[in-house]
């Protein structure tokens, strides 16, 4: 019997597999398709504290083994997701990590003092790396100084385990992880996506409204693995690995490079069942490979044997 | 909605770069016109939209338009394929006679629907809009259910010389309820001249099923709705263009 448990701060995880903020919306839709309960945790969709309309369409464009979105954060708000999303939430037995984001840092300690008293959310993913807002965002996570400062506002206003996302659109991303270890982060999920951009034959012209997008799918996994084998030797809190996982393969894969659990991002949108298929098979990949458990996986590519 | 690996049927053009492909799949069941399937094209990485031109018992027909590599190696696709759906909502079926505008492309889910009026006993006006000649297809299709077809040429080779508007003022059809489909320009023109119907839109999508919002469009007060999920089909006055 392959132990596919993760324990991490504020997650217990049944299985390592949690679909990726902004590839699952809050649930309702992937619900119609299967039990929300088979997953070991769910990373909702970014909460901001207004409503946000978010970017002009078109939002997203293909590429080689993946895509761009430029979606811009859109959502209705944290009050209305307390009132209209969490409550579905909370019917199922999956773990809830409440994506943060916002355009100041104040904006993430309001979300996070609105959210600490909703018992579904069980931690705060920190979105200082979406790359496709103006302000905030991506400007926070780029410079170590920044995101160690929004770190620990957000670690001092949240009653719950805070995780940090970091960005890959940087020279030297373990300089950011050590900085946001330092403020206090409990875990760090990498990679958000790739700043990308495409133009069209046709015009000429940028083929998103916002010009630039960022990049998922298959086509930045190797990016992915490479940034959580380099943080996880210099960090001592935990990695959820995320960036073209679209098989159990994948998933230990990024075990392997020192990762504890991973997200699912842009494989739900061409696969929907792909986080419950990964779950079935997970066990028999980990057994192929000799591992007893996910927690026996990770890291192995840099321990000494 | 569920996805399935469906065998197909046949795979032809019918004029110019415009395929239509025949699915043996137990989506066909669960189908209504207007709605869309998600077919996966190998080594590409996001499913297609594609609307549902016919609903038969067990399969469906789609019709597709080459517009970029994704579409071209659709055409060379012969045996199975991975579809998903059916999605959206659909055009509803109200106990009304009709009038209906395809443009180009936007042309194929407006047959089920016709089919689905007649069969209820209305009748049907259908006004088809393209380019020129060479780009028509289905009028004849739609004459043989039963439908009065009347076509609009830009060019002015075959039929109105002129949009869809252009021949719906000419032949002075006085039909008040429209389901229409097609590009950008004819939808606009549309809602500018009818009060009564409901428009079909495309769009560039990610998901095909409302999660990642990538398809959204405005409502006349200022809300979000998912072309995918909420739609495609939405109330003539209710989305705006």
Same mark, same amino acid.
């Given at each position: ?93 999956? @773990? ?14 309001? /979300? ?18 979406? %790359? ?89 996994? %190797? ?29 230990? @894969? ?17 696969? %929907?069942? /792909? ?31 | ?47 297609? %939209? ?5 609903? !038969? ?47 180009? /492309? ?12 007649? !069969? ?122």
């Amino acid at each position: 019997m392959i132990d596919l448990r993760v324990e991490l701060p504020g997650l217990h995880l049944k299985n390592p597999v949690i679909p990726a903020s902004g590839c699952f919306g809050f649930g309702k839709e992937y619900a119609e398709l299967y039990d929300l309960s088979l997953l070991g945790g769910i990373a909702i969709k970014s909460a901001t504290p207004k409503e946000r309309f978010g970017n002009p369409t078109p939002r997203i464009a293909e590429t080689p083994s993946g895509m761009l979105n430029a979606i811009g954060l859109q959502n209705k708000g944290v009050d209305s997701i307390i009132e209209n999303e969490l409550p579905f939430l909370a019917k199922y037995d999956t @773990e809830i990590i409440a994506n943060v984001a916002g355009a100041t840092e104040e904006d993430y300690v309001e /979300v996070i003092r609105k959210l600490n008293d909703q018992p579904v959310v069980k931690a705060y993913e920190l979105n200082i790396s979406c %790359p496709n807002v103006k302000h905030g965002g991506i400007g926070l996570g780029t410079k170590p100084e920044l995101a160690a400062h929004v770190t620990k506002m957000a670690k001092e206003a949240a009653s719950k385990p805070v995780y940090v996302k970091l960005s890959p659109n940087v020279t030297d991303i373990v300089e950011i992880a050590k900085a946001v270890e330092q403020a206090g982060a409990d875990g760090l999920v990498l990679i958000n996506t790739l700043m990308g951009m495409r133009i069209d034959l046709k015009t000429g012209k940028p083929l998103l409204a916002n010009v630039t997008g960022g990049l998922s799918g298959p086509a930045i996994k %190797p990016v992915a693995i490479r940034m959580v084998y380099q943080v996880a030797q210099a960090v001592q809190i935990p990695i959820i690995g995320v960036g073209g996982i679209t098989s159990a393969n994948d998933v230990l @894969e990024f075990l392997n490079a020192g990762a504890s659990a991973v997200e699912v991002g842009a494989q739900n949108f061409v696969d %929907p069942y /792909v986080c419950p298929k990964i779950i079935e098979d997970l066990p028999k990949v980990l057994e192929r490979y000799g591992y007893a458990s996910v927690k026996e996986a990770s890291g192995r590519s840099f321990r000494d044997e | 909605m569920k996805q399935e690996v469906a065998k197909i049927l046949s795979n032809i053009e019918i004029a110019k770069d415009i395929w239509k492909m025949e699915l043996q799949t137990g989506l066909a069941k669960m189908a209504k016109p207007g709605q869309f399937i998600e077919i996966e094209v190998p080594p590409f990485f996001l499913r297609r %939209p594609i609307s549902i031109n016919e609903i !038969k018992g067990d399969s469906l027909v789609i019709i597709y338009k080459i517009l970029g590599e994704g579409t071209l190696q659709m055409t060379k696709m012969h045996d199975t394929i991975d579809i998903f759906g059916p999605c959206g909502n659909g055009f509803p079926i109200e106990d009304r006679d009709v009038l209906l505008v395809g443009g180009g /492309v936007g042309v194929p889910p407006l047959y089920e629907t016709a089919k689905q009026y007649l !069969k209820n006993g209305h009748q049907v006006d259908v006004v088809l809009g393209f380019n020129d000649q060479s780009q028509i297809f289905f009028e004849q299709e739609f004459k043989e259910l039963g439908c009065k077809v009347q076509i609009a040429t830009m060019d002015g080779s075959v039929g109105t010389k002129g949009t869809v508007l252009d021949a719906i003022h000419e032949q002075k059809i006085s039909t008040s309820f429209v389901l229409a489909c097609g590009p950008l320009p004819m939808l606009k023109a549309l809602q500018k001249e009818y009060t009564e119907g409901y428009l079909s839109l495309e769009a560039r999508m990610a998901c095909g099923i409302g999660a990642c919002m990538g398809c959204v469009v405005k409502d006349t007060s200022d809300h979000a709705l998912r072309v995918c999920k909420d739609g495609p089909v939405f109330p003539i006055q209710e989305v705006v263009l």
